[in-house]
C-alpha cells in the first residue's frame, strides 16, 4: 500500500508556515490595536506553561507563527514533538520583540494545544491496543484547512494515517456499490485508477459482501459496524488474503477487544473530531 504523507521536517515547516499565515491573517487583520500600546522597542521573555500532561506537538506551528511577527525571535524548547511533558512543565521559552509575542501568543497557542489534545489522545489509544498487530488508524474527520496539521499530530501519538482526502485513495461504500450495481462491478471499474490510488478500500457490512470482496480481488476491506463474533469470524473467512480494517463506532473501552478480533487496522474518528484541547498558557516574565 503506497503512502503520499511527506512529514519530513521541511514538508512540515513549510506546512505550518501556510496554516501560521492564515492563521494569523484571520486573527490580526489590519494589525493588533492592543499590542500597539506596547513600545515597539521593548524585548520580553517568555514561557509556555503545561497545565496538564500531554504529548507535545505542534512546535513547528508555534515557531512559524512566531517567526512571521518577529524573525529574530529566539524560542527553546524544553520538551519536543513527540515526547510526553508533566503537569507545570515549562515546555518553551522564548524571548523577542514584547509587541509580537504579544500579538503571537492566541494563535501559537491555539495550534499547540489541538496539535498536541490529537496527539496525546492518538498516544492513548495506541497505548490500549499495544501488543497486537492492529493499526490505530485517523479519518477524513478533520476541521477543515487543517487536515495535515492533524494528520501530522495523528503520526506524532504514533497514529498511522488514511488516505488524504477524495484525491489520492479509493474508499468504496454502500452508496457506490449500490450505485456500480454490485462489489464485484465496483471493484472491477476501480482496477481502472488503481495507478493513480495509493490504495482501493472496499467497505463492507456483511461476511457475504466479505466474501464477494475477497472472490473480486480486493485487497483492502473496511469491515463497518460489525460486533465481536462478526469481526472474528470476517478474520477466519479473510485468512490474511486482504488488509482487514474496523470502522464505526468505535470508543477505547472497546478498543482492545475489537483489536484482539486479528483484524489488522481500527479507524477512530473521534482522534481529529472529538478533542479537548491541551491547557497551556503563556507567561511574560518582564512585562
Known amino acids: ?3 503520499s504523507f511527506d512529514f519530513s521536517p521541511e ?13 494569523l491573517a484571520e486573527d490580526v487583520g489590519s494589525g493588533d490595536l492592543t499590542a500597539g500600546l506596547i513600545d515597539p522597542d521593548r524585548i520580553a521573555t517568555a514561557q509556555v506553561l503545561a497545565r496538564e500532561s500531554a504529548v507535545i506537538c505542534g512546535s513547528a506551528w508555534v515557531e512559524a507563527t512566531v517567526l512571521q511577527l518577529d524573525p529574530l525571535a529566539r524560542m527553546t524548547w524544553h520538551v519536543r514533538d513527540g515526547a510526553r511533558c508533566a503537569a507545570d512543565e515549562v515546555v518553551l521559552e522564548l524571548q523577542g520583540r514584547a509587541r509580537a509575542l504579544l500579538t503571537a501568543e492566541r494563535t501559537a497557542l ?44 495523528v503520526h506524532v501519538g504514533g497514529g498511522t494515517n488514511h488516505r488524504t482526502g477524495l484525491y489520492d485513495a479509493v474508499l468504496i461504500k454502500e452508496n457506490h456499490i449500490a450505485a456500480a450495481g454490485g ?19 472496499i467497505e ?30 470476517a478474520v477466519r473467512i479473510n485468512q490474511g488474503r ?28 473521534s482522534l481529529t473530531k472529538d478533542i479537548q484541547a491541551t491547557d497551556f498558557s503563556m507567561r511574560f516574565l518582564d512585562l
Not at 514538508?11 to 492563521?23: N, Y
Not at 462491478?185 to 490504495?199: P, Y
Not at 486482504?242 to 477512530?268: F, P
Open 11 to 23: 514538508a512540515v515547516s513549510g506546512l505550518a508556515q501556510a496554516d501560521a499565515a492564515r492563521a
Open 242 to 269: 486482504a488488509i482487514l480494517e474496523i470502522s464505526g463506532g468505535v470508543t477505547l473501552q472497546g478498543l482492545r477487544a475489537l483489536a484482539e478480533t486479528g483484524v489488522d487496522r481500527i479507524s477512530v474518528g
Open 110 to 153: 491555539n495550534f499547540l494545544q489541538l496539535l498536541s489534545a490529537v496527539a496525546t489522545k492518538t498516544a492513548t489509544y495506541v497505548e490500549a491496543v499495544k501488543g497486537t498487530r492492529v493499526q490505530v488508524v485517523d479519518t477524513r474527520k478533520t476541521l477543515p484547512g487543517l487536515r495535515l496539521a492533524q494528520k501530522y499530530a
Open 204 to 233: 463492507v457490512e456483511t461476511l457475504v459482501q466479505l466474501e464477494q470482496a475477497l472472490a473480486a480481488g480486493a485487497r483492502m476491506v473496511l469491515l463497518d459496524n460489525m460486533d465481536i463474533a462478526q469481526l472474528r469470524e
Open 183 to 201: 462489489v464485484a462491478q465496483v471493484l472491477a471499474r476501480a482496477a481502472a485508477v488503481a495507478a493513480q490510488a495509493d490504495f482501493i478500500e
Open 1 to 3: 500500500m503506497k503512502k
